[in-house]
């Protein structure tokens, strides 16, 4: 048996398909025989348990005791459940979950650790303003070189991911997989058809001859909205018929432009099934960062949900692999401080060139080599 650990993390469309959905998908396909061990916050630790249960029966679900930063409390407990269920491994998906695991590794059963490293999480916080207490944010980078350095084997999401550890923590083992976020395994990439995307788009008020630009996610407390802003206003200017939807909650940076291009920023919050049809109604996605450690060796889940509806990606330099994978596979636009290029409704073609990029990439069965690869190093 082996077990995938994650600490402080609740249960969220996140969760679900990187780590719920990974699980299920190599005990299917791989026979890998891995139980989610997960320590919870106690606030609503009922209800996250039952969302948590309900698609992963067999997890174990362990409250934080007394806090988060108080994470070595919480190593007993482990240790606890490693010496009656005996695993022989731990995929450790954040830093400090990798830490316990090797704090009870050779003590227990455990020999081998893996850290899912997700990001450059020392960056992120110093970059960011993370809100986690002082105490994590003086022991982070040593919480997170040791995470790199002692575990037995990696995943990276991303291979800017790798040669960051190279650069910051003298990694040179070269023991690690990259295997970036996917989709959903039940999620099935389909071309709509141009009746289909007809239908989408009268169902949220758009035309067929509005080029729309799609943005999903938060834009809340974002410091660099205005870059966004500053590709997306000369964009507006250039025609009436020209749009944007924001598939986020309702924000005071949306509300900013909706009064300066009345009628051509639309907003909307759907549940996550509901986003594949929202976005296909589309012409583009919309990734744009600041360029800072923390962008740089990202793997935004978002580049694949763009591409699973069939839309082109508008990125900006520097966003982990996919600038680069934009640039190879011509499936987008470069953002280079430069107004965007006149853009064009998008064809049936060229959605289905794009859909067949993610199936190509961006599915846990595109990537079951390298899961493969995974398990063959943890057995």
């Given at each position: 048996m082996k077990f995938y650990l994650t600490y402080a993390e609740p249960p969220s469309g996140v969760f679900s398909s990187q780590v719920a959905d990974v699980i299920s998908f190599l005990n299917l396909k791989l026979n890998a025989n891995i139980r989610l061990v997960a320590f919870i916050s106690l606030h609503d630790f009922s209800s996250s348990r039952k969302i948590i249960k309900k698609e992963l029966p067999n997890a174990i679900i362990l409250p934080m005791l007394p806090r988060a930063t108080y994470w070595r409390i919480n190593v007993?407990?482990?240790?606890?459940?490693?010496?009656?269920?005996?695993?022989?491994?731990?995929?450790?998906?954040?830093?400090?979950?990798?830490?316990?695991?090797?704090?009870?590794?050779?003590?227990?059963?455990?020999?081998?650790?893996?850290?899912?490293?997700?990001?450059?999480?020392?960056?992120?916080?110093?970059?960011?303003?993370?809100?986690?207490?002082?105490?994590?944010?003086?022991?982070?980078?040593?919480?997170?070189?040791?995470?790199?350095?002692?575990?037995?084997?990696?995943?990276?999401?991303?291979?800017?991911?790798?040669?960051?550890?190279?650069?910051?923590?003298?990694?040179?083992?070269?023991?690690?997989?990259?295997?970036?976020?996917?989709?959903?395994?039940?999620?099935?990439?389909?071309?709509?058809?141009d009746i289909e995307k007809k239908q989408a788009r009268e169902n949220i008020g758009l035309q067929s001859q509005d080029i729309v630009l799609a943005y999903s996610g938060s834009t809340a407390g974002w410091q660099s909205f205005s870059i966004l802003y500053n590709y997306l206003a000369p964009f507006l200017n250039q025609k009436s018929d020209n749009k944007v939807l924001f598939l986020s909650k309702p924000e005071a940076n949306i509300q900013k432009l909706e009064k300066e291009f009345p009628g051509q920023i639309m907003q909307k919050w759907v549940n996550h099934q509901e986003v594949p049809i929202v976005l296909s109604a589309c012409d583009m996605g919309i990734l744009i960062r600041e360029d800072s450690v923390t962008n740089r060796v990202a793997s935004p889940t978002k580049f694949a949900e763009y591409l699973s509806a069939g839309l082109q990606v508008i990125?900006?330099?520097?966003?982990?692999?996919?600038?680069?994978?934009?640039?190879?596979?011509?499936?987008?636009?470069?953002?280079?401080?430069?107004?965007?290029?006149?853009?064009?409704?998008?064809?049936?073609?060229?959605?289905?060139?794009?859909?067949?990029?993610?199936?190509?990439?961006?599915?846990?069965?595109?990537?079951?080599?390298?899961?493969?690869?995974?398990?063959?190093?943890?057995?």
């Open positions: 007993f407990q482990l240790w606890i459940l490693c010496f009656f269920l005996r695993p022989t491994s731990i995929i450790a998906r954040n830093v400090i979950a990798a830490n316990m695991a090797l704090k009870i590794r050779n003590s227990t059963s455990v020999k081998n650790v893996c850290f899912d490293g997700r990001g450059a999480i020392a960056a992120e916080w110093r970059e960011y303003e993370v809100n986690v207490v002082d105490q994590w944010k003086k022991e982070i980078d040593h919480l997170e070189q040791r995470a790199v350095i002692e575990s037995d084997y990696r995943i990276a999401v991303t291979e800017k991911l790798i040669d960051y550890w190279h650069k910051q923590y003298s990694y040179a083992s070269g023991k690690h997989v990259v295997i970036p976020c996917t989709l959903n395994s039940s999620f099935s990439p389909k071309t709509p058809t990125i900006t330099n520097n966003i982990g692999d996919y600038s680069d994978f934009v640039k190879v596979h011509q499936c987008g636009i470069i953002a280079n401080g430069k107004p965007l290029p006149n853009i064009q409704n998008v064809d049936f073609t060229t959605r289905s060139r794009m859909i067949n990029l993610v199936n190509l990439h961006f599915t846990k069965n595109a990537q079951l080599n390298n899961y493969s690869e995974l398990m063959k190093n943890l057995n």
